[in-house]
């Protein structure tokens, strides 16, 4: 049985920590009532509670540097009651940067962009689980966070995101998959010791990968590879994400192919929940219009059947948002999501033809890396050779020969499907999703450009169609 | 990258500990579109690298950091200190969002200047701009200086 | 043909007025490009356009006291691209306690909850007609408007809000309706002869009556009494509004009734608008919810085909808003409106079925007025008697014996048809839409206390929700 | 509206400009409930007309005026005046959203107790508690004074 230990921490971390007794009675006492407070779920129980509910749980990006504001930014935001809370963590902590982090703690906390949990420690990582009555995650994007997860687990915190995959290409340049796909084997092992004694933490994948124009499909695939990794390794609960297009079928669709495809491939070992990361590429600036997609994400989630939608701000666009605005997105993803939008119906048979391509689009990724002898040697294989990749790698290990493009309806496509091995029918209709759409004549950086930028572009043609009287 | 001496080359990359990438592949694109050989460094890049790619490349124009998260007085720290070394003696231009928050002040940029930072661009749209004046600057000293 | 001289206005309004010719002129220059400004269009060339374009004009209700700061909030809103703006007048003039409202004009102009149009006088007007590049509608609620009539008239408004019933009985304790009805008469058969001119006025018709908990039936019947007696007198533009209940099945189907309806009774001679007016009902108090409200309000006008929609504030629960609030609003029901919704559906055969027995219920109402012998007389002696009838009269000559419930969906239904000669097909249906809604052992106050506050609950309701960890 | 003498009796309008009618029947309603005769003058009620009713019905306890449309304080101008007249001696009760705009100071209310209006209530709900405490302490003051 995996536990700490196997997670070969570098001493300065291991040496710190409290046993392993100690983390399991500290996990087991916060679900109980304590002194001044009440009980926490954990994130699964809430997870449970909003699929039995049929209304995504709604939970917030957050974190900043010092210790007090960061307790007082959660209370601040339990107030408009999210089901979960995040402690984001700083870029310096995610790149493993401890003594940066640290350093910059003491001297101005306001200079990191997240919570720096290790700097901060474990104790202090117990404040916060029970400074509200909500469960934690920890959202990082650590290619390797073994140390990082040693201390969240101390502090109780009972939902941690990331994969080998989904937190490497992303957020590093040059950490080798074979690395990372272990380093989060070790965290996956831990997590079914801890489920095995009754603590079942929930891991989340972080299915938005460079976030920017994501064919589905690749998410789903991503998500899949590091869910087989995970439920391998013990992980009983799974959270797995999705980042909105904005386009709701394609969305809707995407989000009820996550149960059709964990159903398919991942056992009844293992509870599944979709959640929508709502919109994470470049926001539109004018608070109706980001309002209006952060509502329309709630709403998304709500129909595509996701447990949880992690909600954004009406300051996306502009750095890291204030508690207020924080709040307020946190209320308008859940109206989003509450009755008040039940009367929309969409459009079932396009719904549903689009996750019959995606369900296939995933099959024909991940069915040759299945096929291989062993699990991470055919991922490494998979994206050396291009036949898993992802578009706007910030890694060097992937090769960003994906080429997406939106369509007419503003659906995510792939223009060029680079070195994915997809059948003849998946590429025919790829393109002429994109013929349909017909803006030829744009060069390729041009086309790039206006679908990475089109809210902004829509929010903008909004604003000056009413400046000239268009309405 | 072998580029004939008449191309001009410039060096782009991310700040130390920004994974954002997406503007830098496209202002990679642009530039090479434009017709620049772009030696592209990629995100996570740590200062002390972009000097020893100019040293490789010591006919680069410009020096070209981006900085998305928020952290780039804190990445960008070690200027003053290479500078001392005789290193990065370069037109070192950053862009991006360069503090934390979703109010700025002036202060973020003079900070920034303060490093040693030539020039602070908030969009990538003028940076040619930008590159063509340092060059025409640049073409007038030697003649008259 | 009748002019300004049949409006038998008091000498002083009527002395200080410009002659016929001039007025005409002034609307006719307006429509052209002038001396440092842009044409304005008239209200009926935005409507078109509208109609045209298939998406609802936005426009705001706007009025404050001072003349400079009446320009300047134009200006404002402006901004925000509404197609029409509102001249909103004071309560005094309203009353046509024209001294009073002079007299605060002098001493405090913001103790005014509206722009005194008689106070400041035609020339003020025609500059506030030409502050912006839209045209302008005179919102008020005078049941005898005859003077303010001319006045909007010789200042080159070319939209005129109102009509016998609809701004008699939620506006006044005891105009009889025989003086409002010919009062308004005299003022359509002015918008006939200017029609003539080629001055197309549009008159629009207040459906929203009482505004709380309006029948659609109610509504409707109304507007197209009133109608009826503005196309005998020549008008040839109508705008017919309708209230947003809420229940937006309800409120679509009421807006396509209003075409079928008038396309029935009113001939072909008029050119008819449906307009919703975003909830005119005890507003929620939260910037998310109402800003819901009425981003809804948005999507509700465009999927029920109205011509206009009529904007709500984040502020309206609490008084009149700022200008920035406003502008706010433009935009969020222009975004309801706008194609990032168009993928909402709707249960288009609910909407058919409610559609079917509005039109049922607006001809049982009417039919039997429209068969007397003469229709003033008939629509006195029907709310006489109370076969005509509307909830909450402010006047003594309607009955408000007609009790209206919200059922389940938050429809509105009758819980008592009063005097309303209903047919025993529609009673039943009204009776068992609120059976099955079934809230028994309620008093009628406390039942109506409920429905009024319908959103404001719905609003607590979230609210608690969500501090109780509900989500 | 002629009850027996041991019934409590109201008088209850909207203010001269104001044609907010809601408010108005539902108080009707609840005050009725609640066993009083309620003598409902309804909207656009000049103060004048309050001063006559209660002539006409000097049993009563409160004089009750609602104003939503922010015109409280010009509509109720008169009260001076009238109470100066010897009118109107009951106490005066105003309701409803009593200035325009939607940002309220406290002044407003306290504009409106310089008139002489004795007590200004947001909302409905108050209002037979209160109607019950001037009664008792009237009773006391009757019993002591
Ligand atoms: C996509 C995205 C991500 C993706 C990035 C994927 C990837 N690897 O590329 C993911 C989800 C992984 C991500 C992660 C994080 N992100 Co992020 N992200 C964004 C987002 C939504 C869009 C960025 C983008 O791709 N834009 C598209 C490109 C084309 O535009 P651009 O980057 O703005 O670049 C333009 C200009 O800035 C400028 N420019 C950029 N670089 C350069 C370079 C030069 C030389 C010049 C001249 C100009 C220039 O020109 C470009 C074109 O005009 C923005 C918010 C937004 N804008 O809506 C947040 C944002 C930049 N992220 C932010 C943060 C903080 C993070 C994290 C640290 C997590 C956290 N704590 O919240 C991590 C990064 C960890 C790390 N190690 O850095 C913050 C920065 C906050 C601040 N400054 O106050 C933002 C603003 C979001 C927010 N409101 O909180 N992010
Ligand atoms: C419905 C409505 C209308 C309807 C009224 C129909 C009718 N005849 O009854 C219509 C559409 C006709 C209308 C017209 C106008 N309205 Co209007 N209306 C409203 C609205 C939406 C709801 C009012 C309502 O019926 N509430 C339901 C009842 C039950 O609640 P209530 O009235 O608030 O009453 C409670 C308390 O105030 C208090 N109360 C009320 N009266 C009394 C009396 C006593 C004695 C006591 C103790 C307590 C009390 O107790 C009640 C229960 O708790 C409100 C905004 C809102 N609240 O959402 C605006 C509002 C009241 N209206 C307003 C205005 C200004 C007008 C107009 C002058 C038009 C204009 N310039 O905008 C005209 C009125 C013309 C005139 N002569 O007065 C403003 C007032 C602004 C301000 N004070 O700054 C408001 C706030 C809207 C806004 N934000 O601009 N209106």
């Given at each position: ?11 300065e ?16 006492a ?9 009980a ?13 509910a049929?209304?995504p ?6 974190g ?10 959660l209370r601040a935001?339990n107030?408009a009651?999210?089901?979960v809370l995040?402690v984001?963590?700083?870029?310096h ?5 401890f ?5 910059l ?5 306001t ?9 901060h ?8 689980t ?20 040693a ?11 990331g ?5 490497n290409l ?9 690395h ?7 965290v996956d ?7 095995d ?8 994948l972080?299915?938005?990968?460079t976030?920017v ?11 899949l ?6 439920v391998?390794?013990?992980?009983r ?42 919109f ?19 709403l ?5 059947g996701?447990?949880?939608v992690?909600?954004?701000t009406?300051q996306?666009?502009y ?24 009367f929309?119906r969409?459009e079932e048979d396009?719904i549903?033809?689009e996750?019959?391509?995606i ?10 890396v299945?096929?291989s ?13 291009g ?21 007419r ?12 091995a997809?059948s003849?029918?998946?590429r ?16 390729l950086?041009?086309a ?24 | 990258?072998?580029?004939?001496p ?22 990679g ?9 772009v030696?592209?460094l990629g ?5 002390s690298?972009?000097a ?11 020096v070209?950091?981006g ?11 070690e ?11 370069r037109p ?12 700025k002040?002036?202060t973020d ?10 020039h ?25 200086g």
């Amino acid at each position: 049985m995996a536990d700490i230990d196997d997670l070969s921490l570098p001493p300065e971390i291991a040496a710190r920590l409290p046993g392993w007794q100690d983390t399991l009675d500290n996990f087991r006492a916060l679900r109980r009532p304590g002194p001044g407070r009440a009980a926490v779920p954990f994130v699964c129980d809430v997870l449970r509670a909003a699929e039995r509910a049929g209304r995504p749980a709604v939970q917030p990006r957050c974190g900043v540097g010092g210790h007090p504001e960061m307790v007082e930014l959660l209370r601040a935001l339990n107030e408009a009651g999210p089901a979960v809370l995040s402690v984001t963590v700083d870029a310096h902590t995610r790149l493993r940067r401890f003594d940066v982090a640290s350093a910059l703690l003491r001297t101005d906390p306001t200079e990191l962009n997240g919570y720096p949990l290790v700097a901060h420690g474990w104790q202090r990582g117990r404040e916060l689980t029970r400074a509200v009555p909500v469960p934690l995650e920890v959202r990082h994007g650590s290619p390797d966070a073994r140390g990082l997860f040693a201390v969240a687990m101390a502090a109780g915190i009972t939902s941690f995101e990331g994969g080998g995959i989904g937190y490497n290409l992303p957020y590093s340049k040059d950490v080798p998959l074979g690395h990372s796909l272990r380093a989060w084997q070790r965290v996956d092992a831990v997590c079914g010791t801890l489920a095995d004694a009754g603590v079942v933490i929930d891991r989340e994948l972080f299915g938005t990968l460079t976030a920017v124009l994501v064919p589905p499909s690749v998410s789903l695939a991503m998500t899949l590879l590091e869910g087989l990794a995970a439920v391998r390794e013990g992980v009983r609960c799974l959270s797995v994400s999705y980042p909105q297009s904005g386009e709701i079928h394609q969305d809707v669709a995407a989000l009820r192919a996550i149960r059709t495809v964990a159903a398919r491939y991942l056992g009844a070992d293992v509870e599944v929940y979709p959640v929508l990361h709502e919109f994470m590429g470049v926001f539109p600036r004018t608070p109706e219009f980001a309002g209006l997609l952060i509502l329309c994400g709630g709403l998304t989630a709500r129909l595509g059947g996701a447990t949880k939608v992690v909600s954004k701000t009406v300051q996306e666009a502009y750095g890291i948002p204030d508690a207020a605005a924080n709040a307020d997105g946190i209320r308008m993803a859940a109206l989003g999501a509450s009755e008040m939008l039940d009367f929309v119906r969409l459009e079932e048979d396009r719904i549903a033809e689009e996750q019959h391509w995606i369900e296939r689009e995933v099959a024909e990724i991940v069915e040759p890396v299945l096929s291989s002898r062993e699990l991470f040697t055919g991922i490494e294989e998979g994206f050396r050779e291009g036949r898993l990749d992802i578009p706007f790698s910030a890694s060097v290990h992937a090769r960003s020969r994906i080429v997406p493009r939106r369509d007419r309806s503003g659906a995510i496509r792939y223009a060029d499907c680079g070195g994915l091995a997809f059948s003849a029918a998946v590429r025919r209709r790829q393109a002429a999703a994109l013929e349909r759409s017909g803006a030829p004549g744009r060069t390729l950086l041009e086309a790039a450009d206006t679908d990475i930028h089109y809210f902004l572009q829509k929010e903008n043609a909004f604003t000056m169609a009413r400046r000239n009287r268009g309405n | 990258m072998n580029a004939s001496p008449g191309t001009r080359l410039v060096i782009l990359g991310v700040a130390e500990s920004d994974a954002h990438a997406v503007a830098n592949h496209l202002i990679g694109m642009q530039l090479t579109e434009q017709g620049f050989v772009v030696v592209n460094l990629g995100v996570c890049t740590p200062l002390s690298e972009f000097a020893d790619a100019l040293d490789l490349h010591p006919r680069a124009e410009a020096v070209l950091i981006g900085s998305l998260n928020g952290h780039a007085y804190q990445d960008l720290r070690e200027l003053p200190a290479l500078r001392a070394a005789g290193r990065l003696a370069r037109p070192v231009i950053v862009g991006g969002n360069i503090s934390v928050g979703s109010r700025k002040s002036a202060t973020d940029r003079e900070r920034l200047l303060g490093l040693g930072v030539d020039h602070v661009l908030s969009d990538a749209s003028q940076l040619v701009l930008l590159l063509d004046m340092l060059r025409a600057a640049k073409a007038a000293e030697l003649q008259h200086g």
